[in-house]
């Protein structure tokens, strides 16, 4: 089943062609790296989309060939479209999964899911960060041990300014002393929705095989439920006894 899913990978891509640094870790692209990695786990259909391309890669064409859509964003939330953020969100909210990776935490989309600021604190130097693994049984979990470290990343510290999860799978704690809650769940509508907190564009986080796994088996876990996306309707319907 799992290798049936469509996925599509969108990224800004605005560093990786502006940042020598982020150039260097991600040649090809965040995008293209992810989709390596998704694909290197079992899932042999993913296609990507970036902020430059028409309707940002994301036409009515392409969410219908969709079934779970991966975000990363940073620099350029500003300028997505707003009626295109409005088209992904009507999507997420008839049943396409959503993956939501680092700084997309920010992006117009998430946030209109949310109806919260979705606000952190932060700090860009490069520490240490243990993720710690709080509900092993749930499948975004599978395969994943106790935690997973990496070696450098940027903070974000509490308050997240998300509303509460649904669940709440993984908790880091970083070098400086700051904690976050950095896997976590909601449904929207018939969609699922999952957020995973490494990825500063500026360290190889998506090189590493703990990461990408949590990844992938995001993309399982948030797709589609039912046999057809139907986005909800307001019907109106027959009583099914006498009235009055």
């Not at 509460?164 to 908790?171: A, G, H, K, R, S």
């Not at 704690?173 to 500063?200: D, I, K, L, M």
């Not at 564009?201 to 995001?218: K, W």
Request: charged share 25%; hydrophobic share 40%.
């Amino acid at each position: 089943m799992s290798d049936a899913l469509r996925v599509t990978v969108w990224n800004e891509y605005h560093h990786e062609k502006h940042n020598p640094i982020v150039a260097e870790i991600y040649p090809e692209g965040i995008h293209a790296a992810l989709k390596a990695g998704l694909v290197a786990r079992g899932l042999p259909q993913v296609r990507t989309a970036t902020l430059d391309e028409p309707e940002h890669g994301l036409t009515e064409a392409a969410l219908d060939a969709t079934d779970v859509l991966v975000w990363w964003g940073h620099r350029r939330h500003d300028d997505v479209n707003d009626a295109i953020v409005e088209r992904v969100k009507a999507r997420v909210l008839a049943g396409m999964g959503l993956v939501v990776l680092h700084s997309g935490h920010y992006s117009k989309l998430f946030r209109s899911l949310m109806g919260t600021p979705c606000t952190v604190n932060w700090r860009a130097e490069g520490e240490k960060e243990r993720i710690w693994v709080v509900q092993p049984e749930h499948p975004i979990m599978q395969g994943v041990d106790r935690y997973l470290e990496v070696p450098r990343e940027e903070m974000y510290g509490e308050p997240f300014g998300i509303p509460t999860p649904d669940e709440l799978l993984m908790i880091s704690w970083f070098q400086g002393g700051e904690v976050f809650r950095s896997a976590c769940t909601w449904t929207r509508g018939r969609g699922r929705v999952f957020y995973f907190r490494p990825g500063h564009e500026t360290f190889p986080a998506y090189h590493q095989d703990g990461v990408l796994r949590v990844i992938a088996n995001g993309v399982r876990w948030a797709a589609p439920t039912m046999a057809e996306q139907q986005a909800p309707a307001n019907v109106k319907r027959e009583a099914l006894e006498p009235i009055g």
